[in-house]
């Protein structure tokens, strides 16, 4: 029996497996150019979404819903906490060229949002069958904070850092968050968009608006965001 890799993927996987892709850009690109990491970051959102319109239309197959919870792990987990510490590591240095407990710290703190986003990722395979219950922070959500936070011009360590950890946690949080509806989904997108093509014009309007937009669904989105 062989893996008929041809017949059992469709064009939402290939779509899929794009996003993991950029988002392995963005883990590698972070060591050298942060800003552009950062875009990249939002940019795997954007192809996240394409896959998701991609599967709706009848683009899915079997093995689809765990490519797309592998690619999130990788695009809004693991390259998150590679961000974290590639902002960590400018201002404290990285392993083997810090203190050894500097080091320690900084990898703990780096890879606690990797390690909630793999353990939500693993309840939900495991508990959450219907999409009705969604407790948690959607890790895509923490991952469009972090890098339009950089991008609107919050590149203290310490700021990102403590932001790290709060949305770390906060994917393992008792509050269910709803999927954005159609009518935001689109606007949302213009923006993330101009966050990624033109990041600084007009005053990084693009990247602010959009943190503004996600801060907002962070804090209230649990209590009074309707997805219908």
């Known amino acids: 029996m062989s893996f008929r890799v041809h017949r059992r993927l469709s064009r ?28 990249l970051v939002l940019l795997s959102v954007i192809v ?6 991609t599967a709706r239309n009848g683009e899915s197959s079997d093995v689809g819903p765990l490519l797309d919870s592998i690619t999130d792990v990788l695009s809004f ?4 906490s590679l961000f974290v510490y590639a902002v960590l ?5 990285g392993v083997g060229g810090a203190d050894p ?3 320690v ?17 693993a309840f939900y395979t495991t508990y959450f069958d219907g999409a009705e219950a969604r407790p948690g922070m959607p890790n895509s959500l923490g991952a469009i904070l972090l890098a339009t936070a950089y991008l609107a011009g919050i590149t203290d360590p310490v700021a990102i850092a403590v932001g790290a950890t709060v949305l770390a946690v906060a994917q393992v949080s008792p509050f269910d968050y709803p999927k954005p509806g159609v ?3 689109g606007p949302m997108g213009v923006v993330l968009f101009g966050a990624v093509v033109v990041p600084t014009a007009l005053g990084r309007a693009a990247p602010r608006l959009m943190l503004a937009i996600a801060l907002l669904f962070f804090a209230l989105g649990p209590r009074y965001y309707w997805a219908d």
């Open 12 to 39: 939402a996987d290939a779509v899929t497996l794009c996003n993991a892709v950029v988002g392995f850009a963005a883990g590698v690109v972070a060591f050298t150019d942060l800003h552009l990491a950062a875009r």
């Open 48 to 53: 996240d979404a394409l896959d998701g319109i």
């Open 77 to 80: 987990g693991v390259t998150p």
């Open 89 to 93: 590591r400018e201002s404290y240095g």
């Open 101 to 103: 407990l500097v080091s």
């Open 105 to 121: 710290g900084l990898l703990a703190v780096a890879s606690l949002y990797a390690v909630f986003s793999i353990l939500r990722t």
């Open 183 to 185: 009518k935001t989904v």
